[in-house]
């Protein structure tokens, strides 16, 4: 398949508005007393808001009032008397639909450009979904043996690990069990981003150092995720990628998941991202606009290609959108 560029967003501060309707059904408030092991699907957005400390008791019921006088849904009577805002709405909303993000009440502190974790109704992240959908119809198919994508580009500081990381999370929030593999053993970051222990990871697994329980670590703020950083840097990455763990590994990740992401090193610094890409059965290829060389880009193409790994498309970051490769 010939691949498409599609812009995915900058890992800059880069702000969009946020357009979300405050709907909810207009059923009572339930008694928030008993019943908080009941699962937020089962839960109206009075007992959500209450539960999170946002309105008390004696606020839902004015609104209840207010609703039923108007015949309005329980968020817009909510809005209307000023006791929350469309932030307060969205992460009530997210709690009922089961769509995980980190909301501005829950207090957990994570890296800005973990967009999607938490502007998830960003202009930007709506291009993260559109890349997850455009994926989802190009290569995921669990019943093809299609889990897995290793995420390539052709030297440093082109947003691979920004791109993965985050289309990680956007798997994740459609319910698919994810798994983010962080395989790049020179410069890793995704211990960075999700702020985790890299002392053992990706590179004690091929060394038979580990195990998988002791390296996988689940996202709490993030239903579905669970990252593999890449462990200590090792003086023989390419070695240890020759060695049968990381088959073995793959081949658990790919029954254990629904979705597994895997971040490499840039190809300037040898042939690890080749090696994994191979590995995996396909790659999506990335590039940053005024940055990526484009005789570097279409290199890197060629020799996937000629490796017989299936390149399903790739990813220019920072608009605007240009095609980078036939």
Do not use: C
């Amino acid at each position: 398949m010939s691949t498409d560029a599609t812009a995915s967003p900058p890992p800059a501060d880069n702000t969009a508005s946020t357009v979300v309707a405050a709907g909810d059904s207009a059923s009572p408030l339930m008694p928030v007393q008993g019943r908080s092991a009941r699962s937020s699907i089962d839960r109206s957005l009075g007992v959500i808001l209450v539960d999170s400390g946002v309105i008390t008791i004696e606020d839902a019921q004015r609104v209840i009032n207010l609703q039923r006088e108007q015949k309005v849904p329980f968020g817009e009577a909510a809005l209307q008397l000023g006791l929350v805002t469309q932030a307060d709405i969205r992460d009530a909303l997210s709690h009922q639909y089961q769509y995980s993000y980190v909301s501005r009440t829950s207090g957990q502190q994570i890296n800005p450009e973990l967009v999607a974790a938490y502007k998830p109704f960003s202009h930007e992240v709506d291009k993260l979904r559109a890349i997850r959908s455009q994926l989802m119809l190009r290569w995921f198919d669990k019943e093809l043996g299609h889990a897995m994508l290793a995420v390539v580009g052709a030297d440093r500081a082109e947003g691979g690990s920004y791109l993965v990381a985050n289309l990680a999370i956007v798997f994740a929030q459609m319910g698919e069990r994810t798994l983010l593999i962080d395989a790049d053993m020179r410069t890793p970051r995704q211990h960075e981003l999700f702020k985790l222990n890299n002392q053992l990871g990706f590179s004690s697994l091929l060394a038979g150092r580990a195990d998988v329980a002791q390296v996988v670590s689940p996202i709490s703020y993030i239903d579905n995720l669970a990252v593999l950083p890449a462990g200590p840097t090792p003086p023989n990455p390419q070695e240890l990628l020759n060695r049968p763990t990381l088959t073995n590994l793959l081949e658990w990740a790919g029954l254990a998941y629904d979705i597994v992401l895997i971040d490499t090193s840039s190809l300037s610094v040898g042939a690890d991202a080749m090696m994994v890409a191979a590995k995996a059965g396909a790659a999506l290829a990335v590039a940053r606009a005024n940055g990526t060389k484009l005789r570097a880009f279409q290199g890197m193409i060629v020799d996937l290609k000629r490796s017989g790994i299936n390149v399903v498309g790739s990813v220019l970051n920072d608009p605007p959108l240009i095609d980078v490769a036939s």
